[in-house]
């Protein structure tokens, strides 16, 4: 089972500025099985991420994911207020689905 | 495209509960589905996923022999009989689309809002 170690934990940033979330896994994860997704408070997760860096349907383009092997990143070039949220990543592509522990990004 | 948990409630530990989902607005039998939970305050745990003909299925190691998942396409729905319920099975439980037919294995594309699930004496 591929352990899954998000950081920071927090991310106090402003509007406008960028923000860098890191995604480690416990081994190589094959063929960039690694999803992002971003919950709100009392919502659903709502996928943002697959393959390590390809946007879901609808996602704006400021929001970007990259690596490989064991280091992911999710980048939102410049933060909206409606990106202030808790993201989480996820490994797929083996019988046991495991999510990261869940960076929390908030308003400064 | 919609999923539409229920059956979430308050339980004793030890006790039982069956959660279903209904879906709608696409179809049913070309995905695999999963339940995913959420602790109180806590992150996302994957719990269980099935194929779409409900051949191939997976747990997460804590519900093993707990929990049992399964699905009928003629009725778009799918569930999870949990029984020997335990006070950390307390969670928020989403019903979760996988993009693929041929099994769990993938990201989840589309989430229901979720049934909650109070285990307690």
């Known amino acids: 089972e591929i352990v899954l170690t998000q950081s920071p934990g927090t991310l106090s940033l402003s509007p406008g500025e960028r923000a860098t979330l890191s995604c480690r896994a416990s081994q190589s994860v094959s063929t960039s099985y690694l999803a992002w997704y971003q919950q709100k408070p009392g919502q659903a997760p709502r996928l943002l991420i697959y393959?390590?860096?390809n946007r879901a349907t609808a996602i704006p383009d400021r929001f970007s994911g990259g690596g490989s092997g064991t280091d992911f990143t999710l980048t939102i070039s410049r933060l909206e207020p409606e990106d202030f949220a808790v993201y989480y990543c996820?490994?797929?592509?083996?019988?046991?689905?495991?999510f990261g522990g869940g960076t929390k990004v908030e308003i400064k | 495209v919609q999923l539409v948990e229920s059956g979430g409630g308050v339980v004793r530990p030890g006790g039982s509960l069956r959660l279903s989902c209904a879906a709608s607005?696409?179809?049913?039998?070309?995905?695999?589905m999963s339940w995913v939970r959420q602790a109180p305050g806590k992150g996302l745990e994957w719990v269980s996923g099935?194929?779409?003909?409900?051949?191939?299925?997976g747990y997460v190691d804590s519900v093993k022999g707990r929990f049992t998942i399964s699905r009928d396409n003629a009725r778009n729905s799918l569930y999870l009989q949990m029984n020997s319920l335990r006070a950390e099975d307390t969670a928020l439980y989403f019903c979760?689309?996988?993009?693929?037919?041929?099994?769990?294995?993938?990201?989840?594309?589309?989430w229901g809002k979720g049934t909650t699930v109070t285990v307690s004496s």
């Open positions: 393959g390590a860096s």
């Open positions: 099935i194929n779409w003909q409900g051949g191939s299925t």
């Open positions: 979760t689309r996988h993009p693929y037919a041929n099994g769990y294995y993938y990201y989840m594309d589309v």
């Open positions: 607005g696409f179809t049913f039998d070309d995905h695999g």
């Open positions: 996820q490994h797929y592509g083996s019988s046991v689905l495991t």
